[in-house]
């Protein structure tokens, strides 16, 4: 498995057991009320700001070859005189008409198949862009319900993830595909509450890590505050 031992955000665990009230007559731990918890994270402006401005150079490409040809080679064709005309001066002037070769239609025809790809692709990241910077979505959200991510992929409902079964809350690094990537690890009771492949996460029972390369927020600043709110299990007394 990936290396996930590269964690923070211990400080506010040594500041929850400090509050913890020892009661060890009966061999229990009584902790204090829960402290209230209110995190929602969506996607950084600035990341989404670059991918609107990404789509630009796309845009322009597209209408370059398949309409203006200012920057992208035009296609080969040649030219036949058609008539003559005569101009503004007086003059006699050729009327030329331009025909595409074999080798010019076959690129005509690739020319529009790929511009039309890049303009619609383009048009679409932008729009996503600006949208996601109007409405952002919210990939994760933290109450007194539970933690919710969006571990189902695009268009679904977001998965909650009560508080009695969250255990743990770390942030770290893992390696992905050879390059260190920073997530939000959560550690579950019960791996079923998860689905076989999560959208923007990894699955290491009994962890699941959340990327957090798009958060407006880095992980390290997430996850003490939803710790806090884990449910450690409990410690047994010296008479259990």
């Known amino acids: 498995m990936r290396d996930a031992s590269n964690f923070h955000g211990r400080g506010p665990q040594v500041a929850h057991c400090a509050l913890l009230i020892a009661y060890?007559?009966?061999g229990l731990l009584i902790y204090p009320p829960a402290m209230p918890v209110s995190v929602s994270i969506a996607r950084s402006p600035l990341r989404l700001l670059a991918y609107a401005a990404f789509a630009v150079p796309a845009i322009l490409l597209a209408v370059d070859m398949m309409v203006s040809y200012r920057w992208f080679p035009e296609p080969e064709f040649t030219e036949s005189v058609v008539g003559t005309t005569i101009n503004e001066n007086g003059e006699s002037v050729d009327v030329v008409t331009k025909s595409w070769t074999q080798d010019g239609r076959a690129q005509r025809r690739r020319d529009l198949v790929v511009g039309s790809a890049l303009?619609?692709?383009?048009?679409?990241?932008?729009?996503?862009?600006?949208?996601?910077?109007?409405?952002?979505?919210?990939?994760?959200?933290?109450?007194?319900?539970?933690i919710s991510v969006r571990v189902d992929g695009p268009g679904r409902r977001a998965r909650l993830f009560p508080w009695e079964e969250v255990v743990e809350v770390r942030s770290g690094v893992i390696d992905s595909e050879g390059a260190p990537v920073?997530?939000?690890?959560?550690r579950l009771r019960d791996m079923g509450l998860l689905p076989s492949d999560p959208s923007g996460a990894e699955p290491d029972p009994p962890w699941i890590h959340l990327y957090t390369e798009e958060w407006?927020?880095?992980?390290?600043?997430?996850?003490?505050?939803?710790?806090?709110?884990?449910?450690?299990?409990?410690?047994?007394?010296?008479?259990?």
Do not use: C, F, N, Y
């Open 182 to 186: 920073p997530v939000l690890s959560i």
């Open 216 to 240: 407006d927020r880095p992980a390290h600043m997430v996850a003490p505050l939803l710790d806090q709110r884990a449910d450690r299990p409990r410690v047994a007394g010296p008479d259990e």
């Open 119 to 146: 303009l619609v692709g383009g048009s679409a990241a932008m729009i996503w862009g600006l949208k996601e910077l109007v409405r952002p979505t919210i990939l994760l959200k933290a109450d007194d319900e539970g």
């Open 24 to 26: 060890r007559k009966w």
